[in-house]
Structures are given as structure tokens and as C-alpha cells.
């Protein structure tokens, strides 16, 4: 993803693109001459002039060797969440910063340490020798480690290794393209402390360069650039919350109807009209179809065990800004099987009076219950109960309740309504205490709604009726 020193990488992606053994994210390289590669990656890096190069000691050699021939702890893992124990309804942003802890202050690399987004010149170069150097990672982040500019006839090799902070090493990937034609690595990897480590395979008096370009806005559901490396979500209606940092960029996502329910799925932006930034596509089997904006898009029924796949990429009409987010929909298509919502005590204003469904003075009490289409119950999804307490103007001014289904799929919950002036005032005979009143009483005409924070369009309330009847009621006073 690109950083803010604007991380023009796209077109040094032209050179050996990886998928090592811990899933780093694989790119589409770009066909570009190794002049262009130079300027871009010159562009994208800050200069961090020559090194005084200092030798590999033997015993570290031999550790790194080690790690390259496989006999060493690995340690590298992708960031990719784990896999999960229980379906929840919005996936949450994991922690991206490293633990602070004593080991980790205590951490002493093993090689000199440069700085990361900085491209550092090498001269002098000897056939064999070797060079190793250190750089941290804060926070999980997108890298492209980079070996360039080598002098003509000069052939090095690029390894990236990763320490467990305890001086463990483990291979995260390699390039060795042929002659003098540059390396480099390039995917996501979490926060931590890793190791360039070139070897002079041919080299006679060489210059090369080397650097680490680092994007840390990604979200958390990276690596997901390909079909092959999609983000799987969990068995429930999920609504995850992504960005695209590039007009390249592309993050897929599947999920697997394990009992062939009815599978939904819908994208939207924030509340600035971000959503015209993304094209939405779902995978027909054979072709990627675009679902248009504002649409939701449903598969009434498919084959048990079917994963459904989707895709949101950028809007090549519109300039990309890496800080917007969209939301995505995607999973079991909700269903609400029934739904209460309940006033306080408070003598209710006749029908013939006043006509509102839902009375109450302080509290609603609201319970919701859901499923997918094959009656599976949905957990951890959100209900939102919608209070507009008192209609003035045109426009809505809804209050959200938010409440979350438990493993029936149903949720519980309050809403505390607070204190009112009343704008209408009435006055009825009452006598369902058994005893007969004359009762004062104000109040103001509102309305509720239910919907589903995961998925539009469903609940109560909608197209054709948009609210229940609401009276909020502020005094009652008995008169005679």
C-alpha cells in the first residue's frame, strides 16, 4: 500500500515479485524498463548515502547460513488473522503495535541497524563478500526490500530474514535474478525485526544500492492483493471495514455457505460519499460481475459448501485517497424472525385520540430475534433500534440502541429515552386500573425503527413504511 512519501513502488514491482512459505502477498508485476524501476524507486526512498561497509563476523555467517538451509526456528508469520473459534459480526482491528515488554527493550540486533524508506549506497564490492544489516518494523506493514543499481557485471543476492527478538532467525524470502538485474522482495509482514543480508556472487569494484520502502496503511485483513490469498470471513452475516491505498490495489475476500444458505453482500463508504472510490465485483463462477453502487446483492440459495467471493478494487475515474474506508457486507443473509418493542408504565393516549403504536415516558424495552435462510441462528450480529422521539422538519433525527444476538441469535436490551417538554397536550377519561380518571397528559409524536448494522434493508421499517408510531410522554397529571 502506498505511504505518504507516496511509496512509487507499482512500477519496481517489475522485478522478482515472492509468495514465501509464510504467505507474503503476491503482486502483478509491470513490464518496465530497469531505468524507470531506478527512477521509481528513487522517487519512492530517501537518500541515506554510502556505507562504510562492515564485514559478516564467521560465527553470524554460519547463522545465517543455518537459517537459509532450513535448520533454524521459523518464526515468520503473515498478518492474517487467525482462524476463528466463534462467529462474531464486525471483525475487529487487531493491535498493529509490537508489545512492549522487557525482552523487547532489551533486544540487541545482530547487525548494524538503518533506517527504514531510505536507500543506502554499498561501493568497493569484492567478489564473496557479504553484507548484513538491520531494520524494525513498528507495526505491521506492506515492505518492499530492494536490491538496486548494481555496477555492470555484478550479480548479488537479496535474503530477508526475520529475528524472534532472541536472536532466532528464519528465512522470510530470496531473489537471485540473473547478472546484474535488481532484487527485490515485496508483501506484508508483521511488526518486528528483520535483516537484509546481500552476498557478491560476481563482483569486481561494484556499487550496489539496498533499502526497505514501508507502507503502514494497510488494514487488517492483509494480505488479501489476489484471489489465491482472499480474506475468509466467518459463518455469519460480517461487516469488515477496509481501504485501498493505490489505484492497484485490490482486496478480496470469500465465504463459505456450509449449509447453502442464501448469501448476501453490499459495499458502502463513509458518511462523505467516499463510496463513488471503489468497484465492487462478485465471482459468477466464470466472471467477475460489478455490483452496481447502492445495491445489495443476493445468491438465494447455492450448493452446500459453496464459497462466494467478492472483490473491491479502485474506481480508475476517481484519484484514490488511501484514508478512505469502505464497509463491506458480506455472508449469511439475515433474516428477522420477530421483533417487541415495549413502553414503560404510563397510561397510554387512546387510539382515538392520538394514534401511536409505542408509548413510554423513560425506557423501551426491545428484543429482536435472527436467522439465515435455513433457520441457523445468527450470532453476534447487531440489531439498532432507530428512536426519533419528536418529528420537527423534514428530516429524521434518529437516536441508535445498538444490541448484539447471542448463540439463539437473539438479542435483549433497553433504551433510555430521558426527559421531554411535551408539544401536544391532551386530556382522556381512563379506567383500566378499575377505577375511572380523568388524565392531563403531554407529549411528543415520534417513531422507531429496527435495522441490522451488518446488512441494509432488513428489519422494521423501510421503503414503504418508514417507522412505527411513537409517543414519547413527558407528564400525566390526573384531574377532576
Same mark, same amino acid.
Given at each position: 500500500?502506498k505511504s505518504k512519501k507516496?511509496f512509487?513502488?507499482?512500477?519496481?514491482?517489475?522485478?522478482?515479485?515472492?509468495?514465501?512459505?509464510?504467505?507474503?502477498a503476491?503482486?502483478?508485476?509491470?513490464?518496465?524498463?530497469?531505468?524507470?524501476?531506478?527512477?521509481?524507486?528513487?522517487k519512492a526512498l530517501k537518500?541515506g548515502?554510502?556505507?562504510?561497509?562492515?564485514?559478516?563476523?564467521?560465527?553470524l555467517?554460519?547463522k545465517?547460513?543455518?537459517?537459509?538451509?532450513?535448520?533454524?526456528k521459523?518464526v515468520t508469520q503473515?498478518?492474517k488473522?487467525?482462524p476463528?473459534?466463534?462467529?462474531?459480526?464486525e471483525?475487529k482491528k487487531p493491535?498493529q503495535?509490537a508489545?512492549?515488554s522487557a525482552?523487547?527493550?532489551?533486544f540487541?540486533?545482530?547487525?548494524?541497524?538503518?533506517?527504514?524508506?531510505?536507500?543506502?549506497?554499498?561501493d568497493?564490492?569484492?567478489q564473496g563478500?557479504?553484507f548484513?544489516?538491520?531494520?524494525?518494523?513498528?507495526q505491521?506493514?506492506?515492505i518492499?526490500?530492494?536490491?538496486v543499481?548494481?555496477?555492470?557485471?555484478?550479480d548479488?543476492?537479496?535474503?530477508?530474514?526475520?529475528d524472534?527478538g532472541?536472536?532466532?532467525?528464519?528465512?522470510?524470502?530470496s531473489?537471485d535474478?540473473?547478472?546484474s538485474?535488481?532484487?527485490?522482495l515485496?508483501g506484508?509482514l508483521?511488526a518486528g525485526?528483520y535483516?537484509w543480508?546481500?552476498?557478491?556472487k560476481?563482483?569486481?569494484?561494484?556499487?550496489?544500492s539496498?533499502g526497505?520502502?514501508?507502507?503502514?496503511?494497510i488494514?487488517?485483513?492483509?494480505?488479501n492483493?489476489?484471489a489465491?490469498?482472499?480474506?475468509?470471513l466467518p459463518?455469519?452475516?460480517?461487516?469488515v471495514?477496509?481501504n485501498?491505498d493505490?489505484?492497484?490495489d485490490v482486496?478480496y475476500?470469500?465465504?463459505?455457505a456450509?449449509?447453502?444458505?442464501?448469501?448476501?453482500?453490499y459495499?458502502?463508504?463513509?458518511?462523505?460519499?467516499?463510496?463513488?472510490q471503489?468497484?465492487?465485483d462478485?465471482?459468477d463462477?466464470?466472471?467477475?460481475v460489478t455490483?452496481?453502487?447502492g445495491?445489495?446483492?443476493?445468491?438465494?440459495?447455492v450448493?452446500?459448501?459453496?464459497?462466494?467471493?467478492?472483490?473491491?478494487?479502485?474506481n480508475p475515474?476517481v %484519484?484514490?485517497d488511501?484514508?478512505? =474506508?469502505? #464497509?463491506?457486507?458480506?455472508g449469511? /443473509?439475515?433474516?428477522? $424472525?420477530?421483533s &417487541?418493542?415495549?413502553?414503560?408504565?404510563?397510561v397510554r393516549?387512546? %387510539?382515538?385520540?392520538y394514534w401511536? =403504536?409505542t #408509548?413510554a415516558?423513560?425506557?423501551l /424495552?426491545w428484543?429482536t $430475534?435472527w436467522? &439465515?435462510?435455513?433457520?441457523?441462528?445468527?450470532?453476534?450480529v447487531t440489531?439498532?433500534?432507530?428512536v426519533d422521539?419528536h418529528?420537527?422538519g423534514?428530516?429524521?433525527?434518529?437516536?441508535?440502541?445498538?444490541?448484539?444476538?447471542?448463540?439463539?441469535?437473539?438479542?435483549?436490551?433497553?433504551?433510555?429515552?430521558?426527559?421531554?417538554f411535551?408539544?401536544?397536550?391532551?386530556?382522556?377519561a381512563?379506567s383500566?386500573?378499575?377505577?375511572?380518571?380523568n388524565?392531563?397528559?403531554t407529549f411528543?409524536?415520534g417513531?422507531?425503527?429496527?435495522?441490522?448494522?451488518e446488512?441494509?434493508?432488513?428489519?422494521?421499517?423501510?421503503?414503504?413504511v418508514?417507522?412505527?408510531?411513537?409517543?414519547?410522554i413527558?407528564t400525566?397529571?390526573?384531574?377532576?
Open positions: 500500500m507516496a512509487m513502488l507499482g512500477a519496481a514491482l517489475a522485478a522478482s515479485c515472492f509468495v514465501s512459505a509464510f504467505a507474503l503476491e503482486q502483478t508485476p509491470q513490464k518496465l524498463s530497469a531505468e524507470a524501476v531506478r527512477q521509481a524507486v528513487d537518500s548515502g554510502k556505507l562504510d561497509a562492515a564485514k559478516v563476523p564467521a560465527s555467517k554460519q545465517l547460513q543455518a537459517a537459509q538451509a532450513g535448520q533454524s521459523a503473515a498478518v488473522t487467525a476463528f473459534n466463534t462467529v462474531i459480526a471483525l493491535s503495535a508489545p512492549k525482552a523487547v527493550a532489551a540487541e540486533p545482530l547487525f548494524p541497524t538503518l533506517d527504514i524508506n531510505t536507500l543506502y549506497t554499498i568497493g564490492v569484492g563478500e557479504e548484513a544489516y538491520h531494520f524494525n518494523l513498528p505491521n506493514a506492506r518492499q526490500v530492494q536490491l543499481n548494481q555496477s555492470a557485471g555484478t548479488m543476492s537479496l535474503t530477508l530474514f526475520q524472534d532472541q536472536g532466532n532467525l528464519s528465512v522470510v524470502g531473489s535474478a540473473a547478472g538485474a535488481d532484487e527485490y515485496d506484508v508483521p525485526d535483516y543480508y546481500m552476498v557478491a560476481v563482483a569486481s569494484n561494484s556499487q550496489f539496498f526497505v520502502a514501508v507502507d503502514a496503511n488494514d487488517a485483513y492483509e494480505p492483493d489476489t489465491q490469498t482472499a480474506f475468509v459463518d455469519s452475516m460480517n461487516k471495514t477496509g485501498l493505490s489505484a492497484n482486496d475476500f470469500d465465504f463459505k456450509v449449509r447453502g444458505q442464501s448469501v448476501s453482500m459495499l458502502a463508504g463513509d458518511e462523505n460519499g467516499s463510496r463513488e471503489w468497484i465492487f462478485r465471482f463462477g466464470a466472471n467477475w455490483v452496481p453502487a445495491s445489495t446483492s443476493t445468491y438465494p440459495s450448493t452446500p459448501g459453496t464459497t462466494v467471493k467478492v472483490r473491491v478494487r479502485a475515474g %484519484a484514490q488511501p484514508t478512505k =474506508a469502505y #464497509q463491506l457486507s458480506l449469511s /443473509t439475515p433474516r428477522l $424472525n420477530t &417487541d418493542v415495549k413502553g414503560d408504565y404510563i393516549v387512546p %387510539a382515538s385520540i401511536m =403504536a #408509548q415516558a423513560r425506557t /424495552t428484543s $430475534n436467522s &439465515d435462510s435455513t433457520g441457523t441462528p445468527l450470532l453476534g440489531p439498532v433500534l432507530r422521539k418529528f420537527e423534514a428530516d429524521f433525527n434518529w437516536t441508535d440502541f445498538r444490541a448484539t444476538t447471542d448463540s439463539s441469535g437473539t438479542s435483549k436490551a433497553t433504551a433510555g429515552l430521558g426527559e421531554c411535551g408539544e401536544n397536550r391532551v386530556q382522556f381512563d383500566s386500573t378499575g377505577v375511572s380518571y388524565w392531563d397528559t411528543n409524536f417513531g422507531w425503527r429496527i435495522e441490522l448494522d446488512f441494509p434493508g432488513v428489519g422494521v421499517g423501510g421503503d414503504n418508514s417507522y412505527v408510531t411513537f409517543g414519547h413527558c400525566q397529571d390526573i384531574i377532576h
